[in-house]
């Protein structure tokens, strides 16, 4: 008679309802059916918090479910942690002006410029090199190419990474489809690759070995197709054209910007720099001449603590809603 009238307590919606409000309040992933006679045992405290009850000791489950791994779901905590983390790294990134002595950690570097590696291109052509200038010499060379405060602090940074784009990406071009289709791309798009990404970057190759001949041919071959594509937008879409240069520029800033965002994640100040003679840099550091240079990068530690960081345009000048002029709301000022 006791034994029945036990079963019909463990048996009763109450208790089954109070029991899986105990299970959540634990931390349970899952609600489990509740059966009578099979037993897991819980942390008294909060078990008899949920059951408001001292007496009972022990939650009645299915044995099956003991054992039964939970569905794995995205985590929304780690998803969290992470955007609070990259705020962290883009709110505290500034430029350097001046850097102490203090050398950078083995490997650092290294992590930073594999990170940055990962940055897009068009077409995953990746027109780009990154040279890292650490030895006396070589900074004393570049520092003679650079303009203003530019030189000293080329001198001052333990390193400074310079990134080239290359011109020339008809020579990327075969290494481009080849990684392509080793990827499963269709052949059907591989084989248009070549196509389109001259069409993009303004350039089909070098015309001619004589640097002047071959540099007045793709202007030449600039300014047709700039005036050709206006007339055919009217009728349907077609590429911007732009010289070499200007595309490798765009795909090179990509994985730049990665690279000094990486740099301060590490705890490392950077100082982008565009103040300098290319030709003398490109002869600093023994560059083809397919290669222009956007932007350089002083990379250390700090000198002294900013107490400063600039400014910022509001954000209603500068994210707009559907149509230019029309402020994006809800955009905070940082």
């Given at each position: 008679m006791r034994h029945d009238c036990t079963r019909r307590?463990?048996?009763?919606p109450t208790y089954l309802t109070r029991s899986q409000g105990a299970l959540q309040r634990i931390g349970v992933a899952q609600r489990r059916s509740l059966q009578p006679f099979h037993t897991t045992s819980l942390p008294r405290r909060r078990f008899f918090h949920g059951l408001g009850s001292r007496k009972e000791k022990?939650?009645?489950?299915k044995a099956s479910d003991k054992d039964t791994?939970?569905?794995?779901?995205?985590?929304?905590?780690v998803l969290a942690d992470d955007s609070q983390a990259f705020e962290r790294v883009v709110r505290s990134r500034y430029s350097s002006k001046h850097f102490s002595t203090k050398s950078i950690p083995e490997g650092m570097l290294q992590k930073c410029l594999a990170l940055a590696s990962r940055g897009p291109t068009g077409f995953n052509v990746q027109p780009y090199v990154a040279i890292v200038v650490d030895s006396k010499d070589k900074k004393e060379a570049v520092s003679a190419a650079m303009l203003g405060p530019n030189a000293q602090r080329v001198l001052d940074a333990p390193a400074t990474i310079v990134f080239a784009a290359d011109?020339?990406?008809?020579r990327l071009l075969p290494k481009v489809t080849q990684a392509l289709r080793d990827e499963g791309a269709p052949e059907s798009y591989v084989s248009k690759v070549p196509l389109y990404v001259r069409l993009f970057s303004g350039g089909f190759g070098y015309f001619a070995g004589i640097p002047v001949i071959r540099m007045l041919l793709n202007l030449i071959g600039f300014l047709v197709r700039k005036v050709a594509f206006k007339i055919v937008s009217y009728f349907m879409p077609?590429?911007?054209?732009s010289t070499a240069e200007t595309w490798s520029f765009k795909q090179s800033i990509f994985p730049a910007t990665i690279f000094m965002l990486a740099c301060t994640a590490f705890g490392l100040a950077t100082c982008p720099?565009?103040?300098?003679?290319?030709?003398?840099?490109?002869?600093?550091?023994?560059?083809?001449?397919?290669?222009?240079i956007p932007v350089a990068f002083a990379v250390g530690y700090p000198e002294s603590e900013v107490k400063h960081r600039s400014s910022r345009f509001p954000p209603q000048e500068l994210?707009?809603?559907n149509s230019f002029g029309t402020p994006y709301p809800g955009v905070p000022a940082v």
């Open positions: 307590k463990y048996d009763s022990r939650l009645r489950v791994p939970t569905e794995s779901t995205p985590d929304s905590t011109n020339n990406c008809d077609v590429p911007t054209p720099m565009e103040g300098y003679d290319t030709r003398r840099l490109r002869n600093a550091l023994e560059l083809p001449n397919n290669y222009s994210f707009f809603h």
